[in-house]
T-cell receptor
């Protein structure tokens, strides 16, 4: 079956360190992958998009990598801050899903002061 | 300000009492979608619309209806709500991927979400 997996356990990181979140997928031929941030009780907010032919994308302290061989995307936050604490969702767009985004369940990130 | 507006923010109702959750966007987006979010399951798509008068089922359409009579509005209708429809609902919108000059870019397909509607069906 087709699915997107993110770590279901919360990730605890010390302030100032790099946080790395993982998104794995199976049985899709992705066109692109998106990352969103979601705060409790709020709608997800778009952060970054990476296309299937791109290896890496950066935006300020954020970096996303995409390895279509491993079927995995990594999301990095460098110099993490308590304000980065949130749930991070990955979503994959693929031709075989008619480009309707397929969502992971999200990983909760906690940055401790 | 560019935004997707959902109402109401919270709703408690009883089984079988018809309800409508409204969604409106001011970004002239062609595409609109409804999702429900349940713990551990992530976002699941209910219905989506690629343009006015064009709607399609998502992954979990049973028990829901939608309409797209105007580009900016995409209401979600529960004709006879049941307790298993208790959930957090999100409306979202985006462009179809073609910018103002007709060129395609996946970046145009980032979703804008509303603030959510927490629905409880007793």
């Amino acid at each position: 079956s087709q699915k997107i997996e993110q770590n279901s356990e919360a990730l605890n990181i010390q302030e100032g360190k790099t946080a790395t979140l993982t998104c794995n997928y199976t049985n899709y031929s992705p066109a692109y992958l998106q990352w969103y941030r979601q705060d409790p009780g709020r709608g997800p907010v778009f952060l970054l998009l990476i296309r299937e032919n791109e290896k890496e994308k950066r935006k300020e302290r954020l970096k996303v990598t995409f390895d279509t061989t491993l079927k995995q995307s990594l999301f990095h936050i460098t110099a993490s801050q308590p304000a980065d604490s949130a749930t991070y969702l990955c979503a994959l767009g693929a031709m075989d899903s008619n480009y309707q985004l397929i969502w992971g369940a999200g990983t909760k990130l906690i940055i401790k002061p | 300000e560019a935004q997707v507006t959902q109402n109401p923010r919270y709703l408690i109702t009883v089984t079988g009492k018809k309800l409508t959750v409204t969604c409106s966007q001011n970004m002239n987006h062609e595409y609109m979608s409804w999702y429900r979010q349940d713990p551990g399951l992530g976002l699941r798509q209910i219905y989506y619309s690629m343009n006015v008068e064009v709607t399609d089922k998502g992954d979990v359409p049973e028990g829901y209806k939608v309409s797209r009579k105007e580009k900016r509005n995409f209401p979600l209708i529960l004709e006879s709500p049941s307790p298993n429809q208790t959930s957090l609902y999100f409306c979202a919108s985006r462009h179809l991927g073609f910018g103002t000059h007709g060129q395609y870019s996946a970046t145009n397909e980032k979703l804008f979400f509303g603030s959510g509607t927490q629905l409880s069906v007793l």
